[in-house]
């Protein structure tokens, strides 16, 4: 049975939470790449930044319904998720549009566990970590060729 080892790219382009927005759109368009794994400075990850992560600031901004009660304001949709988009409509940096929690899978693990889990959970690309250390990603486009080969 084929594994991740076989089909993962193993030199993995990544940023910093401290990455410009603008930095990471030149990162998605030179390198052709709708994904890229976000490393602290020991190169831990810590998170993943998407091509929709970034086009989101391009959206509109959904205001909660509030009733007002007195002196309370009540929110009758979650404040917490308002709070969220509006971090991630505003930000400046990968630190405001980044996913902390982040699916990863192992060398070891083989192409139909990680095309259900990407078919489950509608992921585009997995990093890679062994040893608690990024060594790959897998993407979409890595399964497809996988086919061919």
């Not at 794994?37 to 391009?58: C, F, K, Y």
């Amino acid at each position: 049975m084929l594994t991740i080892a076989e089909i993962m790219t193993r030199d993995v382009i990544t940023v910093k939470k401290s990455t410009t927005l603008r930095e990471l759109a030149e990162v998605f368009t030179s390198r052709r790449i709708g994904s890229v794994p976000v490393v602290d400075d020991n190169g831990a990850l810590v998170g993943i930044v998407t091509e929709t992560d970034l086009i989101a600031q391009d959206r509109e901004l959904h205001i909660p319904t509030v009733v007002s009660l007195f002196d309370w304001v009540i929110y009758l949709e979650s404040e917490k998720k308002f709070e969220e988009d509006l971090k991630k409509i505003t930000g400046q940096t990968v630190a405001d549009i980044l996913t902390e929690k982040v699916e990863t899978v192992t060398p070891a693990t083989t192409v139909a566990e990680v095309a259900g889990l990407m078919c489950s959970k509608t992921i585009h690309a997995i990093p890679v970590l062994e040893g608690g250390k990024l060594v790959g990603i897998v993407s979409r486009m890595d399964l497809i060729r996988s086919m061919i080969k």
